[in-house]
């Protein structure tokens, strides 16, 4: 099984703040990577697909990057709508795995 | 407007079985795999097991092989998850998902169903 690992698991930021969040693989994934934002009592929304395709409607201020085993979520100006948790998703193979999450707080 | 809804959550005493549905509406049932993710809770995202737009293939996690069973009515539009011998670690909210097109991401979602396992 493919393991992702996600860092940090916490994260406190404030508005306007840029934020990184970084998604590890065990082994290559190639571009097999997706990122989702999740709020508490809702369900996940994709981001982010193939590494760094932003889904339709999703602001600009998002932004994904790398392949194989290292990537990154990028948010250029954290906004309030922004505070959640993000998590990414191999899907080069089965069984498809997520991350652990990081939770983006308010400092 | 694209749409998955839930049901069948409850609570349920461990080794029971239960039944969830999702009923999809908005776009074409059959081009799409379709998707069961589970979150226990505080906890992170869990796929459960995914079919294809036939129902030909299917895959499971480990943690629910030979416990699961995924199926759709493509007639209805609609997916299940047939849960037997259920654990206290079943425990969670099952979201139902469309998967995009030739990927295996999840771009849409439902709002999830609650399951209790306990005594």
């Known amino acids: 099984d493919i393991q992702m690992t996600q860092s940090p698991s916490t994260l406190s930021a404030s508005v306007g703040d840029r934020v990184t969040i970084t998604c590890r693989a065990s082994?290559?994934?190639?571009?097999?990577l997706a990122w989702y934002q999740q709020k508490p009592g809702k369900a996940p929304k994709v981001m982010i697909y193939k590494a760094s395709s932003l889904e339709s409607e999703v602001p600009s201020r998002f932004s994904g990057s790398g392949s194989g085993t290292e990537f990154t979520l990028t948010i250029s100006s954290l906004q309030p709508d922004d505070f959640a948790t993000y998590y990414c998703?191999?899907?080069?193979?089965?069984?498809?795995?997520f991350g652990g999450g990081t939770k983006v707080e308010i400092k | 407007e694209v749409q998955l809804v839930e049901s069948g959550g409850g609570l349920v005493q461990p080794g029971g079985s239960l039944r969830l549905s999702c009923a999809a509406s908005?776009?074409?049932?059959?081009?799409?795999?379709m998707t069961w993710v589970r979150q226990a809770p505080g906890k992170g995202l869990e796929w459960v097991a995914n079919?294809?737009?036939?129902?030909?293939?299917?895959k499971y996690a480990d943690s629910v092989q030979g416990r699961f069973t995924v199926s759709r009515d493509n007639a209805k539009n609609s997916l299940s998850l047939q849960m037997n011998g259920l654990r206290a670690e079943d425990t969670a909210v099952f979201y139902c998902?469309?998967?995009?097109?030739?990927?295996?991401?999840?771009?849409?979602w439902g709002k999830g169903t609650t399951v209790t396992v306990s005594s």
């Open positions: 082994q290559s994934i190639s571009s097999w």
């Open positions: 998902a469309r998967t995009r097109y030739a990927a295996a991401f999840m771009d849409v």
């Open positions: 079919i294809n737009g036939d129902g030909g293939d299917k």
């Open positions: 998703q191999q899907y080069v193979s089965y069984p498809l795995t």
């Open positions: 908005g776009f074409t049932f059959t081009n799409h795999w």
